[in-house]
C-alpha cells in the first residue's frame, strides 16, 4: 500500500468517525418530539373479530404481545379496541363488543394485567421514564428504530 493510500484510508476513517460523533450528538442532544396531540401519544392495539371463537377451537391466537412499552411524555397511552363479538376484559375492565379502552399512564412502572384477549390471559405493560438525559435519548432512539424496523 502506498504513503498516498494510506493517507486517504486515514482520512476517510476520520470522516467516518467525525461522522458517528455527529450522529451520537444529534441523537443525545436533540430533544424528542412529545408529541403534545393525544393522538400522537396512544399506543394501539386491536382486538380482532372472531378471536374468542378462534380460541375456543383451540388456536392459539397472538393477536397482542406479551409486554407492551410504553414511555412517559411520548408514548403513554395504552388504547385497546375490541372488535370481537364477545366482551373482553382487560384489568378491571369490561370491553363490549365494538367498545374501546383508553388507559393513559402518568407513572413509569411495570403493570400486569388480566386480559382475556391474551393467550396467557396476562399481560404486562412497561412504562418507562422520559428520556431526560442525553444518553437516556439515544438509547430511546435506538430501541425505536429497532422497533419500527423489526
Not at 59 to 78: A, C, Q, Y
Not at 105 to 124: D, I, N
Request: net charge positive; with cysteine.
Amino acid at each position: 500500500m502506498t504513503v498516498r493510500s494510506r493517507l486517504a484510508w486515514r482520512a476517510l476513517a476520520a470522516a467516518g468517525g467525525v461522522g458517528a460523533i455527529a450522529a451520537l450528538g444529534w441523537c443525545g442532544f436533540t430533544p424528542i418530539d412529545r408529541g403534545q396531540a393525544n393522538a400522537a401519544r396512544e399506543e394501539i392495539f386491536e382486538i380482532p373479530q372472531g378471536t374468542w371463537a378462534r380460541r375456543m377451537s383451540g388456536d392459539k391466537v397472538g393477536i397482542l404481545p406479551d409486554e407492551i412499552r410504553l414511555t412517559l411524555g411520548i408514548r403513554d397511552i395504552l388504547v385497546l379496541k375490541n372488535h370481537d363479538d364477545v366482551p373482553q376484559i382487560f384489568g378491571p375492565t369490561l370491553m363490549m363488543p365494538g367498545q374501546s379502552f383508553r388507559l393513559p399512564f402518568a407513572q413509569a412502572s411495570e403493570y400486569q394485567f388480566a386480559c382475556t384477549a391474551h393467550a396467557s390471559g396476562q399481560m404486562s405493560v412497561i412504562v418507562e421514564p422520559y428520556p431526560a438525559t442525553p444518553w437516556a435519548r439515544v438509547n430511546w432512539r435506538v430501541r425505536e428504530l429497532i422497533r419500527e424496523l423489526g
